[in-house]
């Protein structure tokens, strides 16, 4: 694979919500989308299996989302990885790495237009790790408990995220 | 880190907004029980309310007038229904 070639994509139905603390499913005309609180940092969880066409250069998440009813302000998406592998992992507990980071300075003037936003991550430690053919988790999350970066006011709705090769 | 103080603005117009909303269902409640005493033109004499029906009317006319300002017109109209309301501590 080359890189900016798409790996894996996740749509909000995917979610596999943690325990606490979670996004919410829910409907905008038809689009299933999961509504992150602009008050208390919520997060919601992907899995996948990194493709064995995965050449370790890095990954590029993109985070597809749009506003509830904001239009102006800031948000905030954080996004880290948990490396599950062969024998890398006791899945009775959770491992994400540290978390990257993207600061959008200014939401979408209309509330329903989706802003497309990525993170990057070098291969290695930032996203714990994870080699081609290995299953890891995702975790996306809002993080409104910034408030100097997150100020847009109401739910923001994420609908997709995308990995690509960096 | 604390959240921006736009969620705690946010926060205090919904949780204003709302209550106001509920307190002109009241009132509009309260209004119907007073034209309905007025259309009927009830004599108050030997009741509790002799000699202080014209005042009870003017405060409840007073009171309306407030809760219908148009600045709680404003605030119920700024109100961002998926704020949860949760910024504030109370």
């Known amino acids: 694979m080359a890189s900016g070639d798409s790996l894996i994509q996740w749509t909000a139905a995917a979610n596999e919500p943690p325990a606490s603390n979670f996004a919410t499913l829910d409907l905008r005309n038809s689009h299933a989308v999961l509504d992150f609180d602009d008050t208390a940092d919520e997060a919601a969880v992907f899995r996948g299996v990194m493709p064995q066409h995965y050449a370790g250069g890095g990954v590029t998440v993109y985070v597809h989302y749009a506003m509830t009813s904001a239009t102006t302000g800031k948000v905030r998406w954080d996004a880290r990885f948990e490396r599950i592998g062969d024998g890398q992992q006791d899945i009775d507990s959770d491992g994400f790495a540290s978390a990257q980071s993207v600061n959008v300075a200014a939401v979408p003037g209309t509330s329903g237009h989706v802003d497309i936003q990525s993170i990057a991550f070098t291969n290695g430690a930032q996203m714990d790790s994870v080699a081609a053919g290995e299953s890891f988790r995702l975790k996306i999350e809002r993080k409104p408990s910034d408030g100097t970066n997150d100020t847009a006011t109401g739910d923001a709705e994420l609908l997709a995220v995308e990995l690509r090769e960096t | ?90």
């Open chain 2, 1 to 90: 880190m604390a959240v921006n103080k736009t969620k705690q603005v946010q926060t205090l117009v919904n949780r204003t907004a709302a209550e106001i909303e509920a307190m002109r269902a009241g009132m509009a409640r309260i209004v119907r029980y007073r034209d309905a005493y007025q259309a009927a033109g009830i004599d108050a004499t030997g009741t509790i309310l002799e000699g202080r029906t014209s005042a009870l009317v003017s405060a409840l006319t007073t009171l309306n007038t407030a809760l219908n300002d148009a600045t709680f017109d404003q605030l119920i109209a700024a109100k961002v229904p998926s704020h949860r309301g949760t910024a504030l501590e109370v």
